[in-house]
């Protein structure tokens, strides 16, 4: 570990069954660490439910040499990294499409739960989406970060800024002018996720910050759209990508809907 990874360990310390290893993310407000059980025994204690391998997410100060609370939350273990690590490998190309919609059926899965639940994610991105091992070969997509969930009925009565803490890369035109950031802007960043498994590029890819907001602030008052319509995508591609980026929120297909595409329907995982 480098040290300064070092030092964010022995700052939080570690479980009285587990030990912190290297830094594997950060977040606005916590560190993601490795953590392993010190003793894994098939003995019918809370250790027997722990895997050998995990994840903390830890924030506050160290319980140790502070003697004030750290707060730790054991994850599974991310062994695939992001879909961010895995888009930056594809050297700009792009995935293949079956692994594409294999990721993208997991993460609507995930988004469908949430949302049926009566939550928003607000902050979803590629860095946010973590792969956790399926099978041998194979790896599942897991929705991350849940530092900016919040329920619905909170949001319908809050005046939210225009911003929010996923950026504008992933921000929908409604979020973007300060509407309320509901269901609908979630879908708008999957199609923004998608975009990118598919083409190995950003929705937004060659446009500055500036450029970007006054696009999104066209596509409030009606003017402008997404391309939907990359090249080497196919058709049930564009299809997906069509209903993600429907500029009015009310318009905007729902992650339910999502899942019935034919495509989707298909897929095993």
Sequence with gaps: MHLDELEEGALYGDGNQWSRGPVIGKSGYAV?????????????????????????????????????????????????GTLEDLIARSGGIGLPENDVWRYTKSLLLGLVHLHD?????????????VLLRYSSTEFIAKI?????????????????????????????????????????????????????????????????????????RNMKKGRGRINFNPNGVSENGKEFLKGCFETEAKSRWTAERLLRLPFLASTSS
């Excluded at 928003?120 to 989406?129: A, D, E, I, Q, T």
């Design 32 to 80: 993601v660490f490795v953590a392993t059980l010190n003793k894994y025994k098939r003995r019918r204690t809370i250790a027997n439910r722990l895997r050998p391998v995990m994840a903390v997410k830890s924030s506050g100060t160290t319980s140790g040499d502070g003697g004030e609370p750290a707060y730790n939350l054991l994850l599974e273990y991310p062994s695939g």
């Design 117 to 129: 639940h009566g939550y928003v994610h607000r902050n979803l991105k590629p860095n946010n989406v």
């Design 144 to 216: 991350g970060n849940y530092e900016s969930v919040v329920k619905i009925e909170k949001l319908k009565k809050t005046l939210w800024r225009p911003y929010s803490r996923t950026g504008v890369d992933y921000l929908s035109p409604e979020a973007f002018s300060g509407g309320n950031q509901g269901h609908a802007a979630d879908v708008w960043a999957v199609g923004c996720i998608v975009y990118e498994m598919l083409t190995g590029k950003s929705v937004w890819e060659g446009r500055e910050e500036v450029e970007i907001r006054a696009e999104l």
